[in-house]
């Protein structure tokens, strides 16, 4: 569904569906952005994630006092990674790859690394695995 609701968005309105600059856009942060377009795209992945949530509930994860604080801090190093990258996942990733773009094959990778280096290490100081 998200390689679909790209590729619309890239067909239908000439624009990469890119969560980080639509929500730049959608805030007005972005030069040249549709505003009004890339806000109503992020309203449709609320109210369909809604939607799904209404159909098939999940049990969402609770959280502990400290983690907040952990989530908020994980938040904000994404955001500036994406600023950083020129892009996040969805945008390199799905939207990026689809278009044979060689900057975000590379920022795939490199998000594909990094993820699996954090998992290792992760693992390794919590012990888990062994």
Known sequence: ????????????????AGIS??????LGLQKGGAQGLSALFLAGLFLTSGVALAIKPVPLPSLAGGDTLLLVLAGLLVGYGTRLGSGCTSGHGVCGLGRLSPRSMVA??????????????IRTIAGVGR
Do not use: C, E, P
Request: glycine residues 16%.
């Open 108 to 121: 795939t990778v490199v998000f594909m690394l990094a993820g699996m280096a954090s998992v290792a290490l």
């Open 1 to 16: 569904m998200i390689g679909t609701a790209a590729g619309a968005y890239l067909v239908l309105a000439g624009r990469i």
């Open 21 to 26: 600059g639509m929500i730049a856009g959608a």
